[in-house]
């Protein structure tokens, strides 16, 4: 017997947003099969994982049916659904997207798409034809949006709001070290910075070493710019990365660069990784250019500084 599982049965008017709603599932971290006939559901949920998929069986699993699904029958369906949560304790729930017919037409017509109903007729038959069809889906559905006044933005939030689940739903955070002098990360969502404080490079003894060797880092944080510096980037990402979380991005990348990549931005990411781990963040470290040979002619050193 398969173990309980959480199931989403998605289902609405063609039109209505339920491929944007399955796609914003997908990024939250479920597992999607959509148009999927359910005579072949038991057969889904009994089929094991592949290697490699440790703790993927816990993904909840959405799944999109409609009117071109093949031998649709609604009430046919609303029993099935009703025997799998007997017979396998499954914790299934319905969600049904509506629409006006106006709002629909609208679609359909800006799009410039033939409704799956209605391939010869007006889109109105189709909608008719498939709200006729899929009534016992909605009446049934413990949940039901009406996208007539939503964007596919709107609709996005919606489904996020409703059905993000706790760590499933966090996006990939990667706090990212890199040197300037070896060109600048493409993927940053966020770059700071680090060539504002004292350089390691210009001392003779710390030149090669890491950011990662706790002399190195004493030396740096003997900046008198470090401690407010490196504070305040904390509380602007505390503050900043919930809100991209709320957005809907999956993947989310900080780096912290200096010229070469080895001393300043390593510590300062390994820093605010640390500090992000305690606040509640999962980070993920990569330090691009650590291994990187140093280079006399692409470091600067600031007046005043240390001399090699």
Known sequence: MTQPKTILLLSGLSGAGKTTALKTLEDMGWEVVDNLPLVLLDRLLDTPLPAGHAGADERPLALGIDARTRDFDANAIVQRIKAMRERHGHDIETLFLDCSGTELERRFAETRRRHPLALDRPAADGIARERELT?????????????????????????????????????????????????????????????????????????????????????????????????KIEDLLTTLLPRYSEGGKAYITVAFGCTGGKHRSVHVAERVAKYLQEAGFSPTILHRNIESTPQDGLEKRRPGGPKA
């Open 135 to 231: 009534e016992p889906l909605r009446r049934w559905a413990t949940q039901v949006i009406d996208t007539t006044g939503f964007t596919s933005n709107s609709l996005q939030q919606e489904i996020r709001n409703r059905f993000s689940r706790e760590r499933l739903s966090d996006p990939v955070l990667t706090i990212l070290s890199f040197g300037f002098s070896r060109g600048v990360p493409r993927n940053a969502d966020l770059m700071f910075d680090m060539r504002f404080l004292r350089n390691p490079h210009w001392d003779a003894d710390l030149r090669p070493k890491t950011g990662l060797d706790a002399q190195v880092a004493a030396y740096i944080a003997a900046d008198p710019a470090y401690d407010e510096a490196v504070g």
